[in-house]
């Protein structure tokens, strides 16, 4: 990936009265790069994107696009476009007319707006849609309109505001491929807004998590989902297991932990040092645990929730913690290891598969 940034939101802040949407973000945004503002609704992530083009200014720090501080820069003035959840098309013109439409404002020579709607049309695989009129196309194909639009102005950022969110999940899952195999196409910097985790995990070549305006994690799909450092982000991403328990002692590559019933388990070791004695919480995917006759920690099976491709199995080890496991499907469609509601089993996983998080 190209190292140049794009976009940097340096410790910016913004408050609406004495509410304070965005609090002290920091970020870097590599050129090419598609990233993805992702959190729950409230946490800031729009808030923090609409500063970028400039729809509002930050109450502190700066917005710096290609190396450029923006300042109080109006939202014409930047190199950057974006697309909303709702299109925002023009009803009466056609799809050659709403895409044009910024170009002939701008007083472009009709060679050069016919030349470019051509090639935006053929990126989002419009070309023949010239003439159509908004009403006579489908949910995605409108969505197609709206990115041809931003992208025929050559932005050096296309930004994207949960663009999806008015699709059933079927086009969803179908435009979340087109807009990466675009993205790809064009290799301009996407900046994706989304509350939907597997949107981001899919897409995204790095990621930001927020939480009440703030930043909880940046990193990769992966690092996100596997290595979670707060259990917010633990939470938020994917589901967890979380495990209260004490340390009761640290070596050179990984910690015991006491979780009670004179059971203590192992966990990865966090990036700070930690102490024995000190109260942590243990997180587990429940794609990593294991069901068995044998195990530490002991169970019952609670309940069984058939999910497609995989099913959960529920087990109680005591009042206060219940366990999820997800156990695959195999090829004939069985689970490997079949259970029923009332039997006793063990529980564990991979002490590497578990990440320790401070309580």
């Known amino acids: 990936m190209d190292t140049a940034v794009d976009v940097e939101l340096q410790a910016v802040r913004k408050s609406f009265r004495d509410v304070v949407a965005v609090d002290g973000v920091s970020l870097r945004i590599a050129r090419g790069e598609f990233f993805s503002l992702l959190g729950p609704s409230g946490c800031g992530k ?19 696009i290609q190396g450029q501080p ?12 974006t697309v909303f959840q709702h299109y925002a098309l023009f009803p009466h013109m056609t799809v050659a007319e709403n895409v044009g439409f910024g170009l002939k404002m701008k007083g472009r020579k009709r060679a050069d707006i016919q030349s470019r709607l051509a090639e935006a049309l053929e990126l989002v695989r419009l070309t023949g849609y010239e003439q159509r009129r908004p009403r006579q196309l489908s949910g995605g194909q409108q969505q197609r309109v709206a990115l041809a639009r931003a992208l025929i102005n050559h932005p050096a950022v296309l930004l994207l505001d949960e663009p999806l969110g008015a699709l059933d999940l079927k ?30 995990l899919t897409m995204s070549d790095r990621m930001a998590v927020m939480n009440g305006g703030r930043v909880e994690q940046v990193g990769s799909p992966e690092e996100i989902y596997e290595r979670p450092e707060t259990r917010f982000v633990a939470d938020f991403i994917g589901e967890t297991n979380f495990i209260e328990g004490v340390i009761s002692g640290v070596e050179p590559d990984r ?16 990036a700070d040092a930690i102490a024995t004695g000190e109260r942590v919480t243990l997180a587990v995917r429940p794609e990593n645990v294991r069901l068995g006759s044998e195990g530490a920690i002991r ?16 087990v109680r080890v005591d009042d206060a913690l219940m366990i999820r496991a997800r156990q ?23 002490g590497g598969t578990a990440r320790l998080l401070r309580s």
């Open 46 to 64: 729009t808030t923090t994107l609409r500063m970028i083009p400039g729809f509002e200014h930050p109450t502190e720090g700066d917005v710096v």
């Open 70 to 81: 923006m300042g109080e820069t109006p939202p014409f003035a930047r190199n950057v476009n």
């Open 171 to 200: 086009l969803r899952k179908e435009m979340q491929g087109e807009l990466k195999r675009l993205q790809k196409s064009v290799g301009i910097t996407f900046i994706y807004v989304t509350h939907d985790q597997e949107e981001a």
């Open 255 to 270: 910690a015991l932990v006491d979780i009670g019933h004179g059971i203590a388990v192992t966990a990865q070791l966090p």
């Open 299 to 314: 169970g019952r099976v609670e309940e069984i929730v058939y999910r497609g491709s995989d099913t959960d199995v529920l």
């Open 328 to 350: 695959p499907r195999g090829v004939a469609g069985d689970i490997p290891v079949s259970y029923a509601a009332g039997s006793q089993v063990g529980v564990g996983w991979d």
